[in-house]
Nanobody, 122 residues
Framework: QVRLAESGGGLVQVGGSLRLSCAAS????????MDWYRQAPGMKREFLGG????????TYGDSVKGRFTVSSDNAKNTLYLQMNSLKFEDTAIYYC???????????????WGQGTQVTVSS
């Protein structure tokens, strides 16, 4: 099985910063990319940014460009999300997704973490 463990969420004041981590482990033959999403109450899940393990490229969602930074530790199969200048509207559950092939004969599939809560307060 593939496991994604997010960490680093919590309570932060407006204007503050947080750094989230997502570590992928388990049966991983090939890791293709890892992405960050978030979902606020009553809202659709929103793409924030991600890293393509094959090309080495990073992409961002429009709503967080300039404030959030995605980085990776390829040796640890870990993705990070540095969040700066946090706003009330950044309050959400933050999820990590990985596109993984578990064996050489498997299809590529998406795996999700359990999520970590980020709450921005005054």
């Amino acid at each position: 099985q593939v496991r994604l463990a997010e960490s680093g969420g919590g309570l932060v004041q407006v204007g503050g910063s947080l750094r989230l981590s997502c570590a992928a482990s388990g049966r991983i033959f090939s890791l293709y990319d890892m992405d960050w999403y978030r979902q606020a109450p009553g809202m659709k899940r929103e793409f924030l940014g991600g890293f393509d393990w094959i090309s080495g490229s990073t992409t961002y969602g429009d709503s967080v460009k300039g404030r959030f930074t995605v980085s990776s530790d390829n040796a640890k199969n870990t993705l990070y999300l540095q969040m700066n200048s946090l706003k009330f509207e950044d309050t959400a559950i933050y999820y990590c997704k990985a596109k993984v092939k578990r064996t050489s004969w498997d299809q590529v599939a998406d795996y999700w973490g359990q999520g970590t809560q980020v709450t921005v307060s005054s």
